[in-house]
Structure formats: structure tokens, C-alpha cells
């Protein structure tokens, strides 16, 4: 499975590089912390039943609290056939330690 670092995130993000952010954490774990950028909150549990939200076309980088989760969802992803996807490595909790050290490490 194909991983991007926070650093290389966070320089896509600065850059207005065209992706889809899927966070797949579930609801109350984005009040603990969070990337202000535009995304798609679909929790892994509903991922495969919300499949159709998502669109083929494009690049797909999932996010979860460590990274377990997010590479679970691109093979998830992969198995229903989409092509161009990553997962943020060491999720959000290493966006906190590398790129945001505002944010907390749950």
C-alpha cells in the first residue's frame, strides 16, 4: 500500500494540489484533533457501505489516529477498484508530532 508523510501532505495541501482527504476516524475523534483543510469524514465501520460518496477519478489519501485504519480503507478502496490511493502515514497523530505540534497525541 502506497503512504505520503505529514510533510508531504501538508506540502500538497500548501501547494492546492487537486485529492480527496478521507478521514475515516469516527465522529468524536475529530474534536480531539484535527487538519483544517477540506475533507470527507466517512468512519471505516460505514466505508464500505459509502463507497458511492467517493469518486475513482482522482487521488484518495485516508487519514485515521495512527495509520492502522487508513491503510485497512485503501485496500478497501483498492478491492472495489480504486486505483489512486494512500494513506497518511502515522495519521493524524504524526501530522501533530511532525507538522502541527498545536494538536494533541491521543
Known amino acids: 500500500m502506497k503512504e505520503i508523510t505529514a510533510e508531504e ?6 501547494n492546492g494540489d487537486s485529492f480527496t ?3 475515516v476516524r469516527d465522529a468524536h475523534e475529530l474534536f480531539i484533533s ?5 475533507k470527507i ?7 464500505k457501505g459509502r463507497l458511492g ?3 475513482k477519478e482522482g487521488e484518495i489519501i485516508a487519514m485515521c489516529r495512527s495509520g492502522n485504519s487508513s491503510t485497512d480503507a485503501c485496500n478497501l478502496l483498492a478491492d472495489a477498484g480504486f486505483t489512486n490511493v494512500k494513506s ?3 495519521g493524524i497523530n504524526e501530522w501533530a ?6 494538536l494533541p497525541i491521543y
Open 41 to 47: 469524514n466517512i468512519p471505516y465501520d460505514d466505508l
Open 9 to 14: 501532505l501538508k506540502q500538497k495541501i500548501e
Open 88 to 90: 497518511l502515514k502515522g
Open 97 to 102: 508530532s511532525k507538522v502541527d505540534s498545536s
Open 53 to 55: 460518496e467517493l469518486s
Open 34 to 38: 484535527n487538519i483544517e483543510t477540506e
Open 21 to 23: 482527504l478521507l478521514d
